[in-house]
């Protein structure tokens, strides 16, 4: 496992921050990486969808082979979906999706998004080891991270 590589491929500071949130120990951080949707009305939210999914074709691809190198962890395959429901998902036989909604999202949260599913290839579940991996990749900061993440719906 590459903890140390993965952090040293961020710059530290406002772009790649993960300590702004403060623990509040009220809630489990669960799966984290499901939002609701608003919606447009049907032709201008086809047109904000398509240009979203423009950015996410130019952005994820780079992004997750940038983190899978950083850490270490390897995914077979990804498709970008137009996912309303989760930000993203990984298969049992490591296929990861991610959802052009993610494009709304600030790129540190991006990160962290793709981070969680690519842990998913060595732990296929929200077990305590599959969060300690998270965790340790986002330098502790999986908690607050899950917390800022719960702020943004699938929007615009
Ligand atoms: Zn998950």
């Known amino acids: 496992m590459s903890a140390c590589r ?3 491929g961020f710059p530290h500071g406002e772009r790649w921050s993960f300590s702004s949130a403060k623990p ?10 499901r939002s609701g949707v608003p919606q447009l009305p049907p032709a201008a939210e086809k047109a904000r969808v ?4 423009r950015a996410a074709k130019a952005d994820l691809p780079d992004r997750i082979g940038r983190l899978s ?17 989760k930000w993203g998902s990984c298969t049992g036989t490591n296929n990861i999706s991610l959802s052009l909604f993610l494009m709304t999202l600030p790129e540190h949260l991006r990160d962290f998004v793709i981070v969680h599913e690519l842990c998913h290839t060595v ?10 991996l998270v965790d340790r990749l986002v330098g502790g900061n999986e908690k ?7 702020a943004f719906s699938i929007r615009g």
Do not use: M
């Open 6 to 8: 993965f952090l040293a």
């Open 24 to 33: 509040d120990g009220s809630r489990r951080p669960g799966h984290g990486l």
């Open 50 to 53: 398509e240009e979203l999914r």
């Open 69 to 85: 190198r950083i850490t270490g962890l390897k995914y077979n395959k990804l498709t970008i979906r137009a996912s309303r429901t």
């Open 123 to 132: 732990h296929h579940d929200h077990s305590p080891k599959f969060h300690a």
């Open 144 to 150: 607050a991270l899950n917390r800022e993440l719960k």
